[in-house]
């Protein structure tokens, strides 16, 4: 994006109908880290990318605890999601008060959805420059919705956002089918692997990713450092065993091509040929 007449102002429009500001606020969510969010029958899963600013320093938080039955994972400034999660918590704890029962997830959901479309119409204010997932469980079940500096937001059956989440997505795409009567674990499983889809380098260690779990008659919990570490053990074995099979079809596949090439040169019938065709085609390609 460039510098242009219309972008010096959150409220003035560029004759094709844009507010260049918001769109500056978005392409902010695109360059945090990327943080996933997958929802079953029973349980919301989010997992986020921990980043350090260098090798000295800590991971920052990504992840945060609204309520015992709600939470968020954050994409692009920190500052900005530290300011919208303690709005939230805020109005948890008034709903509660008030009607003595927690806050249904949408309704909150679009409380900030609104708070973020007035900074769209404030010439002295600015868009918040970050995207949340918001995952909870309540009397209507377990709701991921996520917002948008614009002020949209729409609810998912998964969804990744943050940098390179296009790579997260098509994991959650190919999969989604299975998530509705999928195991807590396993879907602990699909947000670790769609996360580790998002690296471009390195590879994804207790240090540096969040899982979080909420559902029916389990409260919102994180699980950082030692205890994510089963879950990636479990992951970095299921990789390995992946590769290990993708080698393997290579090979088979390469040995049925040179045997069907040889067998086209040489006097076998065509049944031979298309009994060893078959065979090629039976075995799978490698994804």
Not at 100 to 113: I, K, S, T
Not at 143 to 172: D, F, V, W
Not at 221 to 232: I, K, M
Not at 263 to 272: D, E, I, V, Y
């Given at each position: 994006?460039?510098?242009?007449?219309?972008?010096?102002?959150?409220?003035?429009?560029?004759?094709?109908?844009?507010?260049?500001?918001?769109?500056y606020?978005?392409?902010?969510?695109k360059?945090?880290?990327?943080?996933?969010?997958?929802?079953?029958?029973t349980?919301?899963?989010?997992a986020?990318?921990k980043?350090?600013?260098?090798?000295?320093?800590?991971?920052?938080?990504k992840?945060?605890?609204?309520?015992?039955?709600m939470?968020?994972a954050?994409?692009?400034?920190?500052?900005?999601?530290?300011?919208?999660?303690?709005?939230?918590?805020?109005?948890?704890?008034?709903h509660?008060?008030?009607?003595?029962?927690?806050?249904?997830?949408?309704r909150?959901?679009?409380?900030?959805a609104?708070?973020?479309?007035v900074c769209?119409?404030?010439?002295?204010?600015?868009?918040?420059?970050?995207?949340?997932?918001?995952?909870?469980?309540?009397?209507?079940?377990?709701?991921?919705?996520?917002?948008?500096?614009?002020?949209?937001?729409?609810?998912?059956?998964?969804?990744?956002i943050?940098?390179?989440?296009?790579?997260?997505?098509?994991?959650?795409?190919?999969?989604?089918?299975?998530f509705?009567?999928a195991?807590?674990?396993?879907?602990?499983?699909?947000?670790?692997?769609?996360?580790?889809?998002?690296?471009?380098?390195?590879?994804?260690?207790?240090?540096?990713?969040?899982?979080?779990?909420?559902?029916?008659?389990?409260?919102?919990?994180?699980?950082?450092?030692?205890?994510?570490?089963?879950?990636?053990?479990?992951?970095?074995?299921?990789?390995?065993?992946?590769?290990?099979?993708?080698?393997?079809?290579?090979?088979?596949?390469?040995?049925?091509?040179?045997?069907?090439?040889?067998?086209?040169?040489?006097?076998?019938n065509?049944a031979?040929?298309?009994?060893?065709h078959?065979?090629?085609?039976?075995?799978?390609?490698?994804?």
């Amino acid at each position: 994006m460039f510098r242009n007449q219309y972008d010096t102002d959150v409220t003035t429009w560029s004759p094709q109908g844009r507010l260049f500001q918001v769109e500056y606020a978005m392409e902010a969510v695109k360059q945090g880290s990327c943080a996933v969010g997958l929802v079953s029958n029973t349980h919301v899963v989010l997992a986020t990318l921990k980043r350090a600013q260098n090798d000295l320093s800590s991971y920052q938080r990504k992840m945060f605890k609204i309520d015992d039955h709600m939470g968020i994972a954050i994409a692009g400034l920190t500052a900005d999601g530290r300011v919208l999660c303690k709005y939230m918590r805020n109005e948890c704890i008034n709903h509660r008060f008030v009607y003595e029962a927690p806050m249904p997830v949408g309704r909150l959901v679009r409380q900030v959805a609104d708070k973020h479309q007035v900074c769209t119409q404030r010439s002295w204010k600015r868009p918040f420059g970050v995207g949340l997932l918001v995952g909870g469980y309540d009397r209507t079940g377990p709701h991921l919705y996520n917002t948008c500096p614009s002020g949209n937001y729409y609810e998912y059956k998964a969804m990744a956002i943050g940098a390179r989440s296009q790579a997260a997505k098509t994991y959650l795409e190919k999969h989604f089918e299975t998530f509705p009567g999928a195991a807590v674990d396993d879907m602990v499983q699909h947000g670790l692997r769609a996360l580790a889809a998002t690296l471009s380098e390195g590879e994804l260690t207790k240090a540096n990713c969040s899982v979080a779990i909420v559902g029916k008659n389990a409260p919102y919990v994180v699980l950082d450092d030692d205890d994510v570490e089963p879950y990636l053990q479990v992951l970095w074995r299921v990789l390995r065993e992946l590769q290990i099979l993708h080698v393997q079809l290579f090979f088979v596949r390469s040995i049925c091509w040179w045997v069907c090439k040889c067998m086209s040169g040489s006097c076998c019938n065509r049944a031979q040929q298309r009994s060893m065709h078959r065979v090629m085609a039976a075995v799978p390609h490698m994804p």
